[in-house]
């Protein structure tokens, strides 16, 4: 999620929009594959190949990091995240 954030941020200071695409992808990814849905909240760390042997320890700057990014993605660049696949 950090990544994500960080890029959008470097664009709205000049980096091209183009940077935006791969951005988004971070958070698609992320959503996808370090949500839990039984719990609730996001794994602090993961695998790109097996979403079953990530490992589920959750950490609190990992839920902000989220939400800060989640929520930046709402208000600045108008994406809407559906609430389905949170839960």
């Known amino acids: ?3 994500a954030y960080l ?3 470097a664009v709205e200071l ?4 183009s940077y935006l695409t791969p951005s988004e992808a971070l958070i698609d990814n992320a959503l996808a594959r ?3 849905a039984e719990d609730g909240g996001f ?10 042997s990530a490992d589920k320890a959750k ?3 990992t839920q902000c990091e989220a939400l800060r990014t989640l929520a930046h993605y709402a208000t600045v660049r108008q994406r809407e995240f559906c609430p389905q696949t949170l839960y």
Not at 14 to 17: A, T, Y
Not at 43 to 52: H, I, K, N
């Open 1 to 3: 999620f950090k990544w």
């Open 7 to 9: 890029i959008s941020r």
């Open 14 to 17: 000049g980096l091209p929009q």
């Open 34 to 36: 370090s949500y839990d």
């Open 43 to 52: 794994y602090t760390y993961g695998s790109l190949s097996d979403v079953s």
């Open 59 to 61: 950490d609190w700057i």
